[in-house]
């Protein structure tokens, strides 16, 4: 059989297909389209979110600069619920840095809730944990310390040796001086393999 056998042979065999099957590949075609300007759609909604809090956070910025404690802290909890993986911690330390919100439980329950963001990576969170528990330091919660360094310290973190000198000299300032020697234990066998 000749080559132009074989491409008349193959166009009609397509065109039969295609005839035989004009629905199936419109239903194809139909579905591709709308998920792909589903995928389009979520992406710009995606980002317009994103621009909309980042100018949440510059106002908050803003108000804080002019002395608007009230109207910052409204944005500021606005900014902390809506779970951004970057702003929503940005604005809790903006927070705690201008003493915006005093009630420490509240400050403790917005780090859980950012703790809790599926969307922020695992180091990420072992730093907001870090910070966490340098905050409950100022508050003297020895059992939130604990629990809050704890599944640093037992897990193979970038910050793992910084969590166990934080507890450790957290113990070291309460002259407690065994369990400071606990976890120093634990930054020396880590040093020695």
């Known amino acids: 059989m000749s080559n132009e056998a074989l491409k008349k042979n193959f166009i009609d065999r397509a065109t039969i297909f295609v005839k035989k099957n004009l629905k199936a590949i419109f239903v194809y075609f139909f ?4 998920i792909l300007f589903t995928f389009f759609f979520y992406e710009n909604l995606q980002k317009k979110k994103n621009i909309k809090i980042s100018e949440q956070y510059a106002q908050a910025s803003i108000l804080i600069k002019q002395k608007k404690i009230t109207e910052s802290k409204i944005l500021l909890d606005l900014i902390i619920k809506k779970d951004h993986q970057f702003y929503s911690p940005l604005a809790l330390y903006l927070m705690i840095d201008n003493n915006i ?36 330091i100022n508050i003297d919660n020895e059992e939130l310390i604990v629990s809050t360094l704890n599944p640093i310290i037992n897990s193979s973190s970038a910050w ?22 606990e976890y120093l234990q634990l930054l020396k066998n880590k040093k020695n393999k």
Not at 31 to 34: F, G, H, Q, S, V
Not at 161 to 173: G, R, V
């Open 31 to 34: 579905i591709l389209l709308i």
């Open 101 to 136: 919100e005093n009630d420490e439980k509240k400050i403790i329950i917005f780090f859980d809730k950012i703790l809790k963001n599926n969307s922020i990576d695992k180091e990420n969170l072992n730093l907001i944990r870090i910070k966490k528990a340098i905050y409950l």
């Open 160 to 181: 793992k040796n910084m969590a166990i000198d934080i507890i450790s000299q957290y113990f070291i300032s309460k002259n407690q001086n065994l369990k400071a020697g």
